[in-house]
């Protein structure tokens, strides 16, 4: 009996797993879909499948594999059947050979029946196996299914009990709710409701009050009263007027009471009519105050028209803050414009009062300021700012860097005064007034008054000019050492006399007292300690000493000392220079003296002098001419005024006409701008000739120069020729060679002091010249300017 190797069970079989004896690749297991979660040992004993293969593949690729798998059973089949052709065919090989078997024969036979026992069982243990693990898993998944069910059901009945008790809590909750919510609703209907009525009679309420305030003061009034009193709206509005007028900030403090008022109003009138709370309700009533567009969304009567009542409010509100806001930047502009802010300034130069005079006074503080690089000048009068800021602009001349400022104030307010910053000026310039010299002085003299008032002090010193020299002593009196005074028109009458009798002075004395040319300055020069004033003459080359002024006298300046004057500690050197930094002392130079000429005496004669006009102070003219003229000399006065009227002008000015030592007075009436009138006067015979600003056009400055050119042109005219500058050479000799210092300490025999000179060839004198030490040739037609006590 032979062993078969393949069973022909073996072909039927559903499970095909390759033998180790074939090299077929492995291929996925087959899925399994299943109800229940995969374990782990089920996942892990298959194969896990291609992530992109699909079920439908799974089953072609199986397909493919038991076809496969049945063509190698056939094919095994067929060589089997072979193999038993063979075996059959051999039998008798075998029989004929049993009585002499082969050995090696029957070894091959047996391992082949070895060979297939053992793949049998091989293949068998493998599909065992992993049939134990599927039941294994499929046990544990159904085990697992049940497990879960039952839990399920268990927390469905738990649910179940507590969906019942719930419903049960929630019944009796509503109940409750429903309690509290009628009972709130009673209580919030009620609180609405009188917040809806508070909000109205507090906006009704002022205007009955204000309706029936007339009504109230008729009822308050008693039946037998004969005085008459005030109506309650009368005072009300005084109280009102009171507040607004005495607090600065009561406008803003009333609109600021009115929004908050409006916004409280308009929040409880909101709660009244809406279901917002109490804060919700405020808030929206201040956005529709501030958005009067913000209530366009409101919805219902009620709402909608408290919100269109809040946002009317809102913009009157809106509109009176504009109006404020408005008034406020206008009166700040106007305050700027109208010069009524304030000057902070230090070291600069106050000018109070405006006159005609102030475009000359500007342009020579300009010159001065030139050298510092430009100052501040601040103006101040009782004018408008912009008029005189456009009339300081028509004023045709070169400020120089210097910056004039205007403030529009009275001088006798020193509330305006500290705007100007009058304690920390470096000078104080004080204007008289055109018009009447009297009350131009009355209010300099308050003026001043009002500046000694001020508490801070003052820093700089003090000028003011007065109209009438019997005035200044006030205003001495009331300033003492702060004040220095400036009587122009008594200083203007001096300076015409002096030029008159003087020709070429007029320009001498606009070189010195001006800034362009030469001017005087002051300053201590402690090297100059212990020296004599004959020293310091020579001293500074680009400078001419002119006085000392003394500090152990108080500051007096003495002009033209004595030569044997030793200058002490503290004191000043008055010079005529450039600048006030164009000079300074340098070694004595060597100077001789020399002599003086012999004929140094000339004697005084007789000159006729006339004056055309009529001053106010024209006493004081007459006396200055009678202490300079030579006995016998005439001043002939012509003018409109009658001669029993002068006499009375000048007796009341104190003037004894039977005094008058050295001149006699001759009158004549006329009106100077009349050719036949000047005609019938001796022109030709008169030295000097004075045309005076008449007393009837002297208010007016215009009017005044016009009179005065006209009159020039005229007495011009008539004379056909110019006048001649007259003077005398008393120093040196014709044709003598001097240095300028030693013209100097010529003249200091005389007790004089030359400033300058002017050449016989030469048509303007030079003040302060150069090269003091360099010789050179005069004659004896030119004239020297000096400084001297005596002509």
Not at 145 to 150: A, E, G, K, V
Not at 555 to 560: E, M
Request: proline residues 4%.
């Amino acid at each position: 009996m032979s062993f078969d190797p393949d069973p022909p069970w073996t072909t039927n079989r559903d499970w095909i797993f390759p033998s180790q004896s074939f090299n077929l690749p492995r291929t996925p297991a087959r899925r399994f879909s299943s109800p229940y979660p995969r374990t782990t040992s089920f996942q892990t004993s298959l194969s896990p499948p291609s992530s992109n293969s699909t079920p439908s593949a799974v089953h072609r690729t199986l397909r493919r594999r038991i076809s496969h798998r049945h063509r190698i059973v056939e094919r095994e089949t067929s060589v089997d059947a072979a193999r038993d052709e063979i075996h059959g065919k051999s039998n008798d090989v075998a029989v004929q050979s049993e009585d002499c078997p082969s050995s090696g024969n029957k070894t091959t036979s047996v391992d082949k029946k070895f060979a297939g026992f053992f793949r049998r069982f091989t293949v068998s243990r493998q599909a065992a196996c992993i049939i134990a693990i599927l039941v294994t898993c499929f046990t544990c998944l159904v085990h697992k299914n049940f497990s879960l069910h039952n839990q399920v059901n268990d927390l469905q009945d738990e649910l179940s009990k507590l969906s019942i008790r719930l419903r049960r809590c929630n019944i009796s909750d509503s109940i409750d709710i429903i309690d509290s919510m009628s009972e709130h609703n009673v209580s919030g209907a009620s609180l609405k409701n009188t917040a809806l009525i508070l909000s109205f009679m507090m906006f009704s309420l002022p205007l009955v009050f204000v309706k029936y305030m007339e009504y109230i003061s008729y009822i308050r009034r008693p039946s037998d009263s004969t005085t008459e009193e005030l109506s309650l709206n009368k005072q009300l509005a005084y109280r009102v007027d009171v507040f607004l007028s005495f607090h600065p900030y009561a406008k803003p403090l009333t609109l600021l009471v009115a929004t908050l008022l409006l916004i409280c109003l308009g929040g409880l009138a909101l709660f009244g009519v809406t279901d917002d709370s109490l804060a919700d309700c405020l808030w929206l009533s201040w956005t529709y105050v501030a958005d009067s567009g913000n209530h366009t969304n409101t919805e219902g009567i009620g709402p909608r028209l408290v919100s269109v009542s809040v946002s009317f409010g809102g913009m009157l509100i809106f509109a009176m803050m504009l109006g404020l806001v408005s008034d406020a930047i206008s009166e700040k502009f106007d305050s700027l414009r109208k010069g009524r802010s304030e000057v902070v300034e230090q070291n600069h130069t106050l000018i109070l009062g405006w006159s005609d005079k102030l475009g000359s006074l500007l342009n020579q503080l300009a010159i001065a300021n030139e050298s510092l690089g430009g100052g501040t000048v601040v103006v101040m009068a009782e004018r408008d700012k912009e008029e005189m800021e456009l009339d300081i602009a028509k004023m045709e001349f070169d400020f120089r860097g210097t910056s004039v400022i205007c403030r529009s104030g009275s001088p006798l307010i020193l509330a305006d005064l500290k705007k100007v910053s009058v304690s920390k000026a470096r000078a104080i310039v004080v204007l008289a007034e055109d018009g009447n010299a009297d009350q131009s002085d009355a209010r300099a003299l308050r003026t001043v008054l009002s500046l000694t008032g001020v508490k801070e002090g003052l820093r700089g010193h003090l000028v003011v000019e007065l109209g009438d020299l019997d005035n200044e002593v006030l205003v001495k009196l009331v300033g003492g050492d702060l004040v220095e005074t400036v009587v122009a028109h008594d200083v203007i009458g001096r300076l015409m006399i002096q030029c008159a009798r003087q020709p070429g002075l007029a320009q001498i004395w606009e070189d010195i007292l001006g800034f362009e040319n030469c001017e005087f300055y002051i300053k201590k020069w402690p090297q100059l300690h212990s020296m004599q004033f004959e020293e310091v003459l020579i001293s500074f080359p680009d400078a001419i000493p002119c006085g000392i002024k003394v500090a152990s006298s108080g500051g007096k300046i003495i002009l033209n000392p004595d030569d044997s004057y030793v200058l002490q500690a503290g004191d000043e050197v008055l010079v005529i220079a450039e600048d006030d930094d164009s000079y300074a002392p340098a070694a004595l130079p060597m100077v001789q003296r020399g002599n003086l000429p012999k004929n140094l005496i000339i004697p005084k004669t007789t000159e006729r002098i006339l004056f055309c006009g009529w001053r106010r102070d024209m006493e004081d003219m007459i006396l200055v001419l009678d202490a300079f003229l030579a006995h016998g000399s005439e001043l002939w006065m012509f003018n409109e005024v009658s001669e029993k009227e002068r006499e009375k002008k000048l007796t009341d000015g104190g003037l004894d006409i039977s005094r008058l030592a050295n001149i006699i007075l001759v009158n004549r009436e006329g009106n100077a701008v009349i050719r036949r009138h000047l005609e019938s006067l001796p022109l030709e015979s008169f030295d000097s000739i004075l045309i005076l600003a008449d007393e009837s056009v002297e208010d007016s400055a215009i009017q005044a120069d016009s009179r005065s050119l006209a009159t020039l042109l005229l007495i011009r005219d008539i004379q056909g020729n110019e006048m001649q500058i007259r003077g005398a050479n008393l120093y040196l000799c014709d044709g003598e060679e001097l240095s300028f210092y030693e013209v100097l300490l010529r003249a200091r025999q005389r007790r004089e002091i030359v400033i300058g000179y002017r050449l016989a060839n030469a048509d303007k004198a030079v003040i302060n010249p150069p090269a003091k030490t360099e010789r050179r040739k005069w004659s004896v037609k030119d004239v020297f300017v000096v400084i001297a006590d005596k002509e």
